[in-house]
């Protein structure tokens, strides 16, 4: 469990718990890719699938409380996309990376 907060016998209190910089690795390296995006060897249905993945995972983590579901599904489609173009030494990195916040 992860962030987890307890609140026991109290009905009137409230609880806040702040996230700030828990994405910030994913921030980095979805900048990281932006970067490279133009050198990973993808073609241009996959460059714009990423560009897409990339903007919705920006847009999420702007948001108040980010949907890890939907981060989740983003870097999955990331990995996908770079696992074919893996041919080149970048995306074969970048891939590392993402599969890294997925645990494996």
Request: proline share 3%; aromatic share 2%; with cysteine.
């Amino acid at each position: 469990m992860v962030d987890s907060q307890i609140q026991q016998a109290s009905p009137a209190a409230a609880q806040i718990l702040s996230s700030e910089g828990k994405y910030d690795k994913l921030t980095e390296l979805v900048q990281s890719l932006g970067d490279s995006i133009d050198n990973l060897g993808v073609g241009s249905q996959e460059k714009s699938d990423l560009l897409a993945e990339m903007q919705t995972i920006e847009a999420q983590i702007a948001e108040p409380e980010p949907s890890r579901d939907i981060l989740t599904r983003c870097v999955q489609s990331i990995i996908g996309i770079l696992e074919v173009a893996a041919t080149t030494a970048i995306a074969a990195v970048l891939l590392e990376l993402f599969k890294g916040l997925l645990g494996g």
